[in-house]
């Protein structure tokens, strides 16, 4: 999988500060949804790219 090095590392970045990263589902399966500790949709619709950029901001 492409990238899948630096999607573990932001995973675990954004899991530290208690967020958690979900694969969205087709057809947009190619995106990314970050989640609060309740499950509450921080932010959504985030490409590879602007996931490690927030991983790396926060």
Known sequence: MLFEK???EA???L???EY???NM???NNDLYEIYD???NVAINYLS???LIQL???I
Do not use: F, H, L, W
């Open 25 to 27: 589902t087709a057809p």
């Open 48 to 50: 590879v790219a602007q």
């Open 37 to 39: 500790r309740d499950g």
């Open 6 to 8: 630096e999607i573990k």
């Open 11 to 13: 995973e675990e970045k």
């Open 55 to 57: 991983s790396n901001m």
């Open 20 to 22: 958690y990263v979900s």
């Open 15 to 17: 899991y530290k500060k």
